[in-house]
T-cell receptor, first 114, second 115 residues
């Protein structure tokens, strides 16, 4: 059974620093991996999606990488800003025969210190 | 505007009183899914549907029902709600066509309290 882990659960960094959030998964047979941002009490906003055949995706200050063989993905945030404070979630999608399941990590709560 | 719409956004009910949370998407997505989010447990999949009249259980389906009679709608039904179903619920949809890479889009969430 696929398990998705995000470490650390919480992270505080000063404004302006570059940072890396980690996501690991136990079964490398994935269809895609998606990173989301969630503000308190709000819905999930998609940040980046990496297909299983891709190694990385970039959007602005964000870069996500995927290493299927080691079961890892990282989300790199450059030049962090207070507005980046939120919970970041990764989700792994698996499509096999009739199944099409999406499994989430528990998230990393990020706080950027002004 | 492309969106996933859930209703109601907030609901307080009592044990045993049947309720339905609606979910509608306007992106012609084949795949729709329901999740619940609880502190310390993260997001867990309740049910999903790969197309009209096709539904499958996720990780926590007990106490819930779903139906997919139309492509755009995927209601979540709690026949006899209990306090342990107090949670934040999210509906999501995505295309299944490989050319769209299966990106998942979420609704704003429905906060349910069962007394």
């Amino acid at each position: 059974k696929q398990e998705v882990t995000q470490i650390p659960a919480a992270l505080s960094v000063p404004e302006g620093e570059n940072l890396v959030l980690n996501c690991s998964f136990t079964d490398s047979a994935i269809y895609n991996l998606q990173w989301f941002r969630q503000d308190p009490g709000k819905g999930l906003t998609s940040l980046l999606l990496i297909q299983s055949s891709q190694r990385e995706q970039t959007s602005g200050r964000l870069n996500a990488s995927l290493d299927k063989s080691s079961g890892r993905s990282t989300l790199y945030i450059a030049a962090s800003q207070p507005g980046d404070s939120a919970t970041y979630l990764c989700a792994v999608r698996q499509r096999e025969n009739r199944d099409d399941k999406i499994i989430f990590g528990k998230g990393t709560r990020l706080h950027i210190l002004p | 505007e492309a969106q996933v719409t859930q209703n109601p956004r907030y609901l307080i009910t009592v044990t045993g009183k049947k309720l339905t949370v609606t979910c509608s998407q306007n992106m012609n997505h084949e795949y729709m899914s329901w999740y619940r989010q609880d502190p310390g447990l993260g997001l867990r999949q309740i049910y999903y549907s790969m197309n009209v009249e096709v539904t499958d259980k996720g990780d926590v389906p007990e106490g819930y029902k779903v139906s997919r009679k139309e492509k755009r709608n995927f209601p979540l039904i709690l026949e006899s709600p209990s306090p342990n179903q107090t949670s934040l619920y999210f509906c999501a949809s995505s295309p299944r066509d490989d050319s769209y890479a299966g990106e998942l889009f979420f609704g704003e969430g429905s906060r349910l309290t069962v007394l």
